[in-house]
């Protein structure tokens, strides 16, 4: 690899980085919404299961389970979940763990999923 190309690289991995951290310690998610407001819940007034999943996020990676959970407990619980998705798929747990696979993203799980989460929805909006 040519050496320009080498500095550019690292020039533009050095800004990304510069500009994620200054989000990560400046961006509060309460008072500046990055992305526009759901529109279910504009809508309806009534919060969809994903409501609430960028404050929990941002609450995560400052530590903050509590706050995590209160704006979005669905969320942080599927994030396990959804990691086991991802070993199993890309990392070679499919091979590993057939039946881990079949029991817990098969069609009968993903219908218990697609019931916890309108029965979630449901529950958040009472």
């Known amino acids: 690899m040519r050496k320009e190309l080498k500095i550019g690289i690292g020039a533009v991995v050095t800004v990304l980085v510069a500009a994620a951290l200054y989000i990560f310690y400046t961006f ?5 919404p990055l992305f526009p ?8 007034g009534y919060e969809c299961p994903g409501c609430g999943s960028q404050r ?19 969320m942080v619980l599927a994030i396990p979940y959804i990691f086991l998705g991802i070993y199993l798929q890309y990392f070679g747990g499919k091979k590993r763990f057939p039946s881990v696979e079949k029991i817990l993203f098969g069609r009968w799980a993903a219908l218990a999923l697609l019931a916890f989460i309108l029965v979630f ?3 958040r909006n009472v």
């Open 121 to 123: 929805w449901i529950a």
């Open 56 to 74: 929990a996020v941002h609450s995560l990676l400052h530590f903050n389970i509590g706050t995590a959970l209160k704006y979005n407990a669905f």
């Open 37 to 44: 407001k759901c529109p279910f819940l504009l809508a309806t």
């Open 28 to 32: 509060d998610p309460e008072t500046q």
